[in-house]
């Protein structure tokens, strides 16, 4: 079965300090890629979503970049943060092409940037 | 651009009682999940709505889709106060643009 890694699962990081999350992928190939972002109290913001190795298409500009250096790895990062970065990140795969399993989501990281 | 709507945003119930939350979405597609969450955790996958009219069920939870109305709901009945979190909808466009567009939730309270 499949499974999807996430971590750390909380984080407390400096303002200007760099910022690397990381999510791995077991038991399948291929997979389309994502990393979200819940602010307090608020719904989800797409960041990042990846089809494929080096893929990497950007919903909105930020602070933030994301990398995929293997098939089921997917990297988020910052070279300095900033305190609008604090937020809860999730990563999150789907089937390629036809998701019908849906999208499912790692544990997420709950990063504070002070 | 897809814009994804949920009402009501906060509901409140008593144990015992039905409700129903609605999602409405702007553009054409007929895929649309529902999750639930819980306070500080991830998100969980409750219903895959994949063609109209898919209707389906998970104990007190029943989902539907209409595609041609471009709606969902999430029907509750007889709520308990294990079922207190926050619904989401999602909805992602055909073939070809497969990401998820999330509603704005709904934070769902159960009193006794």
């Known amino acids: 079965s499949q499974t999807i890694h996430q971590w750390p699962a909380t984080l407390v990081q400096p303002v200007g300090s760099p910022l690397s999350l990381e999510c791995t992928v077991e038991?399948?190939?291929?997979?389309?890629l994502y990393w979200y972002r819940q602010a307090a109290g608020r719904g989800l913001q797409l960041l990042f979503y990846?089809?494929?190795?080096?893929?990497i298409s950007s919903e909105v500009p930020q602070n933030l970049s994301a990398s995929r250096p293997q098939d089921r790895q997917f990297i988020l990062s910052s070279k300095k943060l900033l305190l609008s970065d604090s937020g809860f990140y999730l990563c999150?795969?789907?089937?390629?092409?036809?998701?019908?399993?849906?999208?499912?989501f790692g544990s997420g990281t709950r990063l504070t940037v002070v | 651009e897809l814009k994804v709507e949920q009402n009501p945003l906060f509901l409140s119930m008593q144990e015992g009682k039905n409700y129903t939350i609605y999602c409405n979405y702007s553009?054409?597609?007929?895929?649309l999940y529902w999750y639930r969450q819980d306070p500080g955790k991830s998100l969980e996958s409750l219903f895959v709505?994949?063609?109209?009219?898919a209707v389906k069920q998970e104990g007190r939870l029943m989902a539907s889709l209409d595609t041609k109305a471009r709606l969902s709901t999430l029907h509750i009945t007889a709520a308990v106060h294990d079922l207190s979190a926050t619904y989401f909808c999602?909805?992602?466009?055909?073939?070809?643009?497969?990401?998820?567009?999330f509603g704005t939730g709904t934070r769902l309270t159960i009193i006794p």
């Open positions: 553009t054409t597609s007929d895929r």
């Open positions: 038991g399948t190939s291929n997979p389309n």
């Open positions: 999602a909805v992602d466009a055909n073939f070809g643009n497969e990401k998820l567009t």
């Open positions: 999150a795969w789907s089937e390629p092409l036809w998701p019908s399993g849906g999208y499912t």
């Open positions: 709505l994949l063609s109209n009219g």
């Open positions: 990846s089809v494929g190795i080096g893929q």
